[in-house]
């Protein structure tokens, strides 16, 4: 009977070492996974908070082009080696202010800018009218009331980016 209880007490604390090791590996995966979850639901946020400010700036610029297309946005820099501007108020109204801007969002930095570029359009063919992909200095195809906007704003080694093409279809006199 000795014999068969010693061999009962061996048999009892291989199990609980494999009860042990199964349990740290399970913690283990466990803590990964809660890891990269954790590192996906922050990235998610960025996304969301990024693609937010790139739509913001956009919506800004076309409400001040809406304002006036000619004291607005024909006075903006444009190709070659366009300047950067971002949305910002002054007195009470929307403004694009010339360089980059950091927004601060708890710990996180987002550099948001605007950069804006002439538009050529096709004159010949059956295309005639539509957008060139790349501007063309003859000034006999240049459009100057249309501007093509890039807005981007980066965090870290994330960039979220949008072209966006700004008309001024409903001129005013201003």
């Known amino acids: 009977m000795k014999i068969q209880n010693i061999n009962n007490k061996g048999q009892s604390l291989v199990v609980l070492m494999v009860v042990i090791v199964t349990s740290a590996v399970i913690l283990g995966l466990g803590a990964q996974f809660i890891a990269l979850r954790i590192k996906a639901g922050e990235a998610a ?9 790139v739509q913001e700036a956009l919506e800004v610029t076309r409400a001040i082009a809406r304002e006036s297309w000619s004291g607005n946005i024909n006075t903006i820099a444009v190709d070659p080696g366009s300047e950067n501007y ?5 007195e009470g109204k929307w403004v694009l202010v010339l360089g980059t801007e950091n ?17 050529s359009r ?7 009218g539509n957008i060139k992909f790349v501007y063309d200095p003859d000034p006999t195809k240049d459009d100057p009331s249309t501007r093509k906007i890039t807005a981007s ?19 005013q006199g201003d």
Do not use: A, M, N
Not at 45 to 53: D, M
């Open 45 to 53: 946020k960025q996304r969301v908070i990024g693609s937010y400010l």
């Open 86 to 90: 971002h949305p910002g108020l002054s």
């Open 103 to 119: 927004i601060t969002l708890g710990t996180d930095i987002y550099e948001r800018k605007l950069t804006f570029h002439k538009v």
């Open 122 to 128: 096709v004159t010949e063919d059956e295309k005639k």
């Open 153 to 171: 704003v980066t965090i870290g080694d994330r960039v979220f980016l949008i072209d966006y093409y700004l008309t001024d279809w409903q001129p």
